[in-house]
């Protein structure tokens, strides 16, 4: 009976983190790349672990390359959306073949038993031939060969901007197994989800060509690591091998140009940062501009989140608008300076929320998106000096306009799920980017800045969900914020308090405020009288449980708690109604209230 008691004391003493798991999968890729037909082959080693409770019995690959063909799902997808996806600039229905792009796997081996597969465009299905248990190890093998497509999204081959290949999403991944059981959602050009782990990747093309890749490059004695005398090294064919290890990462991404100018640039604590850009005279200087400004953002990133966790970072001149990778990012390099680096910082923060916080994007896009949108925006503005009074006012503006368009759909819905292409875009960045910057004025600018970090050095290197964000929020904050969270993200509830009147009483004033939409959030008023004297009141909120510190300069008078059964509350002035010049609901303007008009109260002249 003592045993038992103790057992039981220890299961509830023990947090629910412990009970985090996750898979893990090492890849050893071979591939070798024609430029003159855009076709490729490659022999893939895959050694699966299985750290699940689950006895597992299929495994699935993604097959991204087979969504760029006509009659694909992607491309059925589009063309029955509400609204244009305006991210795919070309039909997809319109591609000759040689413009289209595959991925086709053959001879699939487990520990050297071939296994039934069955082909699902852009997933593989696979039947094993032995279970795998819990603990378990077992090695695929295979060969496969593909196609780049033209480029479309993200991937691909003759950008117009004139990049020979940008290879993402290019070799038979992994699908994630998590505890939410099997990722194996179609590709319809949305979003990614990766098993951790460690490449070993070497890419043979002609030796004309310079490779960025993910990882480090384990060969640069052979083939020039300054490029400039690649040409020089001794090949076979004409051709040459480029040998990268990509430690600790969920995805391996390279691009491939003739013309590249490869740069390097000191970045903070010893990373290494890397510039990849076409040899044209309109960009370079805006390119080596970058290069100091990329320092300063990932030492913005690593003071305010943690510290950039391997060695190296390459900035691609890539195919397609901006896209994150492993320890890289692609993105169009043609652009005004200002875009330059806004979408450097953007892609840089990935390396942070995706890339070390590996959520699941096609469930939970926002805390991806969102999150990278509220730190490089703030982080764009440290760098170029914007010094502006609200930086976050246009992801404000574009959560405002989805609120009361009458097409938003809870932000828990998934990616590939939205009925409006225009709704996932602005409810993955403007809304998760409000998300973020309210829970600042939830809890204080300082308690989030502790939350982020204390988010990442827990959640590093793992897949978090949303209420995993929130434990820790609540647990540097000491309020209760489920709340917050379920109003926020599994509804399309919105927030909008008023300044119903302004009552003169024998001692003072009575202000009546009302609560006109369902979210619930406590409020900041700010009350400015004719002397010139102003007085800040606070109202939390009973499901908070508590109150924020007070972050301002001015102090504030703490009053009761609003229970949110009730819509109306009752806010007590001690000065009389003709001393009183203004009142405002939220002067910090971080309250998302989808009606600014009715938050302010002003006495007439």
């Known amino acids: 009976m003592k045993k038992i008691a103790f057992l039981i004391a220890l299961w509830v003493s023990t947090p629910l ?48 390359f087979n969504a760029f063909q006509p009659g694909s799902e992607m491309a059925v997808r589009l063309k029955t959306t509400a609204d244009r996806n305006r991210r795919f600039k070309v039909n997809i229905d319109s591609l000759r073949p040689e413009q289209q792009g595959y991925l086709k796997v053959a ?43 033209d480029v479309v999204r993200r991937a691909g081959k003759n950008s117009s901007e004139g990049i020979a290949f940008s290879m993402a999403q290019w070799y038979p991944k992994m699908a994630e197994y998590d505890y939410e059981g099997w990722n194996s959602d179609p590709y319809t050009g949305r979003e990614f989800h990766g098993v951790w ?145 806004g979408v450097t910082a953007h892609e840089l923060a990935h390396s942070w929320f995706q890339h070390v916080l590996a959520t699941n994007e096609t469930k939970h896009e926002w805390m991806d998106e969102g999150f990278t949108t509220y730190i490089s925006t703030l982080a764009k503005d440290h760098v170029l000096k914007e010094n502006k009074d609200f930086p976050l006012e246009s992801s404000y503006r574009g959560y405002i306009n989805l609120a009361t ?21 602005s409810t993955a960045y403007n809304k998760g980017a409000v998300f973020l910057s309210q829970l600042g004025y939830v809890i204080g600018k300082e308690k989030l800045e502790e939350t982020l970090q204390t988010y990442y050095d827990t959640w590093k290197f793992k897949h978090p969900l949303p209420n995993d964000f929130r434990v820790i929020a609540e647990r540097v904050s000491g309020l209760q914020l489920q709340w917050y969270l379920t109003d926020w993200t599994q509804t399309t509830n919105t927030i909008d308090y008023a300044i119903d009147a302004i009552n003169a009483q024998e001692k003072g004033t009575e202000v009546v405020l009302s609560r006109k939409q ?74 998302a209230d989808i009606d600014k008009e009715n938050n302010y109260y002003a006495a007439e002249e």
Request: aromatic share 12%; charged share 20%; proline share 5%.
């Open 17 to 64: 983190f412990a009970q985090y798991w996750q898979q893990a999968v090492d890849y050893t890729i071979a591939v070798e790349l024609d430029a003159a037909t855009a076709q490729y082959v490659g022999t893939e080693k895959i050694v699966y672990t299985n750290n699940s409770p689950e006895t597992l019995r299929k495994v699935f690959f993604h097959q991204y």
């Open 107 to 149: 001879g699939l081996k487990q520990d050297g038993v071939l296994l039934k597969t069955i082909d699902s465009e852009t997933i593989l299905e696979v039947e094993l031939n032995r279970p795998l248990a819990p603990g378990e190890q077992t090695t695929f093998e295979m060969s496969f060969e593909g196609q780049v497509p």
């Open 197 to 341: 782990g460690n490449f070993d990747v070497k890419i043979t093309l002609d030796k004309a060509y310079t490779v960025a890749g993910s990882g480090y490059l384990q060969n640069a004695d052979k083939i020039g690591r300054g490029y400039s005398d690649r040409k020089k090294a001794k090949s076979k064919n004409g051709k040459i091998t480029w040998h990268f290890i990509a430690p600790k990462v969920h995805d391996f991404t390279w691009a491939a140009d003739k013309d590249y100018i490869h740069d390097t640039y000191p970045g903070p604590n010893g990373v290494t940062l890397h510039f990849f850009y076409k040899d044209n005279p309109d960009i370079i200087d805006n390119w080596k501009k970058l290069q100091p400004l990329t320092a300063e953002l990932m030492a913005y990133f690593n003071e305010k989140i943690g510290p950039y966790p391997y060695k190296q970072y390459a900035v691609v001149h890539g195919g397609d608008g901006g896209m994150e990778y492993a320890m890289l990012t692609l993105i169009t390099g043609n652009r005004k300076f200002g875009s330059l680096v």
């Open 405 to 425: 368009s009458g097409v938003e759909m809870p932000q828990a819905t998934n990616a590939n799920r939205y009925a409006h292409n225009y709704a996932y875009e």
């Open 518 to 591: 369902l979210m619930p959030m406590p409020l900041e008023i700010l009350v400015q009288l004719k002397d010139g004297t102003s007085e800040l009141h606070y109202i939390p909120i009973s499901l908070m449980r508590g109150k924020k510190e007070n972050n301002y300069t001015m102090e504030w008078t703490v009053q009761p708690d609003w229970k949110y059964a009730h819509v109306n509350y009752r806010l007590v002035l001690k000065h009389p109604k003709d001393n009183i010049e203004f009142i405002i609901i939220d002067p910090s303007n971080l309250m």
